[in-house]
């Protein structure tokens, strides 16, 4: 059984509702126990910034997926999510990012762990480090000293609290 943890996020549509969906169908796959969710996050869109502010949130899982079997779950969540994307960098409907999974490092095409954004990103870290601010996301660095080494969190807001509820 591994740990993992999964960033979620959105720009369109009822944002929240698309995170929830997010939740509900992790919770339905077989192979993947969401255990914690963090905060929802409201926050201003890094790279392409003319598009809609995002609501971001962690989930931490117990999984018995291998990294590769769990990308695919998560992508089959965004389909079925009806995830647009208008352009590569532009607004999404739904997106599900592995972020860490264990200690492990994977460089695959198409899977990079830990995540790249997951140290540098305060989208990412102000969620991550809420919920495992112990988690190591750069080489024996924590995400909670990874967020204190951010120059400012400017742009990510709490946007909600206890948003959903697990059968734990
Ligand atoms: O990397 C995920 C998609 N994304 C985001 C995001 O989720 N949140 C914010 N604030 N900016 C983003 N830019 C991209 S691309």
Redesign the pocket.
Known sequence: MAVAYI?????IGDREAHLKSAVDQLVRTKGITPRRVSSIYE??????TD?P??L?AVVEIETTLEPTELLAETKVIEVDQKRRRLEH??P?TL?L?ILLYDQLEVNLPRLKLPHP?ASS????LVPLAEIAADSSVLSGKTAGECLADLEDTA??DLYKRNWVKLDL
């Open positions: 960033g979620l996020g959105s720009n926050t201003a869109p890094v790279g392409y598009q502010d995002f971001n960098w532009g999404r997106d990012d954004e990103r305060a989208f990412v742009g990510v």
